[in-house]
Antibody, heavy 116, light 110 residues
Framework: QVQLVESGGGLVKPGGSLRLSCAASGFMFSDYYMSWIRQAPGKGLEWVSFISSGGDTIYYADSMKGRFTISRDNAGNSLFLQLNSLRAEDTAIYYC?????????WGQGTMVTVSS | QSALTQPASVSGSPGQSITISCTGTSGDVVSSYLISWYQQHPGEVPKLLIYEGTKRPSGVSNRFSGSKSGNTASLTISGLQAEDEGDYFCCAYAGTGSVVFGGGTKLTVL
């Protein structure tokens, strides 16, 4: 079945880094745009970043520009998000989602906690 | 950056219909962007209910419907059921790196 599985979250100190991964299965990953979306505890959804199917077009939310880097490996059916210079306000569940102008498939999310 | 405003909460009794609004705070964000709606139960992953303003993905109940008028999008749930209780989010997608979610609406089934 169509599935996205995130990994790589954890506890990190302010200023630290993490690399999130999202493994896709059940669909032709290389045909689809993908996005990362996050949700702080008890809060709403916030779009983080977008990558086109071939990886040649990338967008970031303004507050993430320069700190986060999205990438993908179509041969390995994987999506990545490199998080640098992390702040307490980056604490959230990070979801990868299949992007077709709407987010029709979501992973279960991976929790990132930024705390000293 | 445009924003989307949703009511913090709505409620209704089983069998009733309710409508959740989503209003763009600037420009023509709702009228020009792709609008989608998501349902999220506590502790669960968001689920796509409506895309392109009015379309339902396969498997989504026809009790859920979407509409747009001017700079306001709406999600209507008819024949309210206990399982509909949860949080609902609208989303405006421009396709050029501009994606914004509404703050979410908590639906309580009385």
């Amino acid at each position: 079945q169509v599935q996205l599985v995130e990994s790589g979250g954890g506890l990190v100190k302010p200023g630290g880094s993490l690399r999130l991964s999202c493994a896709a299965s059940g669909f032709m990953f290389s045909d689809y745009y993908m996005s990362w979306i996050r949700q702080a505890p008890g809060k709403g959804l916030e779009w983080v970043s977008f990558i086109s199917s071939g990886g040649d077009t990338i967008y970031y939310a303004d507050s993430m520009k320069g700190r986060f880097t999205i990438s993908r490996d179509n041969a390995g059916n994987s999506l990545f998000l490199q998080l640098n210079s992390l702040r307490a306000e980056d604490t959230a569940i990070y979801y990868c989602a299949r992007d077709s102008g709407a987010f029709d498939v979501w992973g279960q999310g991976t929790m990132v906690t930024v705390s000293s | 950056q445009s924003a989307l405003t949703q009511p913090a909460s709505v409620s209704g009794s089983p069998g009733q219909s309710i409508t959740i609004s989503c209003t763009g705070t600037s420009g023509d964000v709702v009228s020009s962007y792709l609008i989608s709606w998501y349902q999220q139960h506590p502790g669960e992953v968001p689920k796509l209910l409506i895309y392109e303003g009015t379309k339902r993905p396969s498997g989504v109940s026809n009790r859920f419907s979407g509409s747009k008028s001017g700079n306001t999008a709406s999600l209507t749930i008819s024949g309210l059921q206990a399982e509909d209780e949860g949080d609902y989010f609208c989303c405006a997608y421009a396709g050029t790196g501009s994606v914004v979610f509404g703050g979410g609406t908590k639906l309580t089934v009385l």
